[in-house]
């Protein structure tokens, strides 16, 4: 009887581990209205307002390959975040300004208006969900 008692809790204990990759949630990012196809796509995400445009959780850079992209991100604790792209053309790692700070390339947040600002680009995110950004 201890035997099979055993057998039980060992193979009830190997099939809570198992789900747990099954139960991963992953964030997309989904980047619309990306002209000219060329360059890379950078996108982050931000767990808190400090650093926000700039200095991102999780980051990753994509080359273009289409006017849609799609970047996932996988294993993200359930959170706040907001999320960050940009088209870098010339592909020198920056979102390239002009002399009075406005952007010379292609870029977007997580909220409607498209503007750099961390309350109204963050949402919730405590399942698998799919966030649009249309770069302007």
Do not use: W
Not at 11 to 36: D, E, M, R, W, Y
Not at 94 to 107: A, C, M, Q, R, T
Not at 115 to 134: E, H, M
């Amino acid at each position: 009887m201890k035997v099979i008692m055993k057998k039980t809790v060992l193979l009830l204990l190997f099939g809570f581990a198992g789900t747990g990759s099954l139960c991963a949630q992953k964030l997309t990012v989904k980047v619309h209205n990306i002209h000219p196809v060329s360059g890379n796509l950078m996108v982050g995400v931000f767990n808190t307002e400090r650093g926000f445009p700039d200095v991102y959780y999780r980051g990753v850079k994509v080359q273009i390959a289409d006017t849609v992209m799609t970047v996932t991100f996988t294993d993200l604790p359930e959170g706040k975040y907001a999320v960050s792209a940009y088209q870098d053309i010339n592909k020198n790692g920056l979102l390239d300004k002009s002399i009075f700070g406005v952007p010379k390339e292609k870029y977007g947040f997580s909220n409607r208006d498209n503007k750099p600002d961390y309350k109204k680009s963050v949402f919730d995110f405590n399942r698998d969900l799919t966030v649009n950004i249309t770069l302007k």
